[in-house]
């Protein structure tokens, strides 16, 4: 067992925000919270103490939805609307990673900044190629990144440079699947890219696959208009986008779906009532010109809410970044709004951005007695002097806003610690 100190500055609920100052973390001999405190009990004063003094012990993140080979053209093609992003940069550098070793020089560099950045969860889309997810997998788990993986699935809509037949989607799928049995951290998650890419059978086929095996299921829904459209036109006997989901059994607890931009009363409802999981991904939304989710009434009615990354849509890795651009977005829809709609807090950005992504994983809420520590220590001292007295929580608003990689100089990932200062 062991004692870590410091200024402990959770989140248990949306909104909610809790400080210990000068507050103690005790783990058992795995990295379990055994309890959060201000005061020590004698027999744990003797404990081994990592003592933080005055730094921040804050939540790591959780990324919900991001593309790993994308992550080579962050910042490329950001004047274009999606589906001309897709066919112009993405499908042609997905394709790259046919090439194994390109992938693991990515991938190798991608899961290093995600711990560094602080991001010891995700859940992640890879390519189309078999050999290259398993490689992204391997490469997370060296890192001490913890989540799933997805291997893409695409039947149709992928052009010359990335398409796979109907056929070797099912049989790759398969062969993905037997060789993720040697991983412990990172899980597989069933990936059809989204409807416009995948056709009735393979869709329907991944359903069952699902329902079979207890698989999760992540896709993207509503994120542009012209995206809505082409479903329409594709699977013309479903009224709703997410009906094309729910036709093929794959509607369902868990489910992620990133977006959810454009969504109407019917839609938050079906949410709701089946607890899929939106993956609100705002700087990627803003980037490609697709709008702005309704995220406050989406909580506000019961929709469980995760942030992404969305990279390379979302040109920042630094989940820190994508909490303040959400704040952002909802400043800007609450201004746009004729009725007036609050907008996003930094408690509840942060809650989004940690401990609601944290939940899917089976986490309670808060630093939960029984949880791997999930964690990172922040240390501010580069701050530019007020003149007088600051607070912790001042403190904790002001580094959500400012935060570099050499803040962190701590990550803890299901208890152990996977970047030292």
């Not at 997998?137 to 109907?166: F, P, S």
């Not at 086929?205 to 594709?234: C, F, T």
């Not at 019917?266 to 490609?288: F, G, P, R, Y």
Request: charged letters at 25%; proline letters at 2%.
């Amino acid at each position: 067992m062991k004692v870590i100190k410091g200024n402990i500055v959770s989140t248990s609920g949306f909104g909610e925000l809790k400080i210990i100052e000068n507050g103690f973390l005790v783990l058992d001999d795995i990295g379990k919270i055994v309890t959060v405190t201000n005061q020590l009990t004698k027999e744990q004063e003797l404990l081994p103490l990592v003592d933080y003094k005055e730094h921040l012990i804050l939540h790591s993140f959780a990324d919900m939805h991001l593309h790993a080979p994308q992550y080579p053209m962050l910042g490329m093609g950001m004047d274009l609307s999606l589906l001309d992003w897709l066919n112009t940069y993405t499908f042609e550098m997905e394709a790259r990673f046919a090439d194994k070793e390109y992938a693991r020089t990515v991938y190798q560099k991608l899961a290093a900044d995600l711990i560094n950045w602080g991001t010891t969860r995700v859940v992640m889309f890879s390519s189309l190629h078999t050999e290259a997810t398993w490689i992204l997998m391997e490469e997370l788990e060296k890192a001490g990144v913890t989540g799933y993986v997805g291997k893409v699935n695409m039947d149709r809509n992928g052009g010359k440079q990335l398409q796979e037949t109907t056929e070797e989607s099912k049989q790759e799928t398969l062969r993905w699947l037997d060789g993720c049995t040697r991983f412990h951290f990172i899980k597989p998650i069933l990936t059809p890219r989204f409807t416009p890419s995948c056709t009735d059978e393979l869709m329907a086929w991944l359903g069952e696959l699902a329902k079979e095996r207890q698989l999760y299921i992540q896709s993207h829904m509503n994120e542009n208009l012209e995206e809505i459209q082409l479903v329409k036109e594709l699977v013309p006997d479903c009224d709703r986008y997410w009906q094309t989901y729910a036709k093929h059994q794959m509607w369902k607890d868990h489910t992620i779906m990133a977006h959810c931009v454009h969504i109407d009363e019917q839609e938050i409802t079906a949410l709701k009532k089946a607890n899929v999981v939106v993956a609100h991904c705002a700087d990627s939304n803003i980037n490609i010109c697709s709008g702005i989710a309704p995220i406050r009434r989406l909580v506000k009615e019961g929709v469980w809410v995760t942030l992404g990354s969305d990279i390379a849509g979302g040109a920042q890795l630094s989940m820190a970044e994508v909490i303040t651009m959400t704040i952002r977005s909802s400043k800007i829809r609450a201004m746009q709004k004729k009725e007036k709609e609050a907008f996003l807090s930094v408690a509840e950005g942060y809650y989004l951005g940690t401990v609601s992504g944290h939940k899917y994983f089976g986490a309670g809420e808060g630093f939960c007695i029984g949880d791997p520590l999930h964690a990172i220590v922040v240390d501010d001292s580069d701050r530019i002097s007020l003149g007088r007295e600051i607070s912790v929580k001042e403190r904790f608003e002001r580094i959500i806003y400012r935060m570099k990689k050499e803040n962190i100089i701590a990550v803890y990932s299901e208890g152990r610690e996977v970047k030292k200062g």
